[in-house]
């Protein structure tokens, strides 16, 4: 039986980077490099910006998202947001679980796993990140490490419910370090995820679901990532903050959708 062809998914990670002036610029002159891809492009941006960039984007192909949300649906919770709050905003997807989250700010997977349920709820896209420390990759934990990640922040989700989940492998010793998984390295580690959600789901649910790589990826490797079978897309930091080098990105992704 034929593979199913997934969607190539480049998402550009913004952090907490940016005015909405110098975003809004930014959009405009990346969307006709959009329009003339097939690749789909997706922007994770702070807050502030997520109605407004909906707003510019709105009749082009470039999707806007959000970088977290809280696990409740609404309360006393100062400094916080809500999925249905994103949703309205114009965010058709949510970053969860990064590891900057996890780390500073102590999210566990089970806090994880609620948010997945909420984004789920409310209709906004889950982009769920995984990852392993150094010290853990170089214990040769890797497989138990992601196996445990996936199996607690979906706990308790049918296929169904997650059927339009992406999970982000971010390598954590890769991310802002300039150090990146080998493309090899980086395809064994997503043939193991997929194998893995076939045991925790199914087969064909597997085989549909995008993972992207994320971890230090810029114009000189992104391609070499996403020629991997089993590399579906790119989540991309630093690199997405340049119109220069996201654009090449972009670009650079046709030889994966021709191929």
């Known amino acids: 039986m034929d593979q199913p062809k997934r969607a190539l998914i480049l ?87 990064h590891s900057e989250r996890r780390r500073l700010y102590n999210e566990d997977n089970a806090c994880i796993n609620r948010k997945v349920k909420r984004a789920v709820e409310v209709g906004l896209r889950p982009v769920l990140c995984i990852g392993e420390t150094l010290q853990e990759y170089e214990e040769g934990r890797t497989h138990e490490i992601l196996q445990s990640q996936i199996a607690e922040c979906l706990k308790d989700l049918s296929s169904e419910q997650i059927q339009s989940l992406i999970l982000a492998y971010e390598p954590v010793w890769a991310i802002g370090t300039g150090r990146n998984a080998t493309p090899e390295i980086a395809q064994e580690v997503h043939h193991f995820c997929r194998q893995y959600l076939a045991t925790l789901f199914s087969d064909e649910f597997a085989q549909q679901i995008v993972i992207q790589y994320g971890g230090s990826v810029n114009p000189a490797n992104a391609n070499d990532l996403i020629s991997q079978p089993d590399i579906d897309g790119l989540l991309v930091g630093g690199a997405s903050l340049s119109l220069e080098s996201f654009s090449q990105i972009v670009n650079d992704s046709k030889s994966k959708i021709q191929s």
């Open 11 to 97: 998402t550009g990670n913004w952090k907490m980077n940016k005015t909405i002036e110098e975003a809004r610029s930014f959009i405009e002159q990346l969307i006709p490099v959009v329009i003339d891809n097939q690749a789909d492009v997706w922007l994770a941006v702070p807050f502030t910006m997520i109605y407004p960039l909906s707003q510019d984007a709105d009749a082009s192909p470039l999707v806007i998202g959000a970088q977290n949300m809280n696990d409740a649906s609404e309360g006393a919770f100062t400094g916080e947001i809500a999925g249905k709050m994103l949703k309205e905003a114009g965010a058709k997807f949510v970053l969860l679980g």
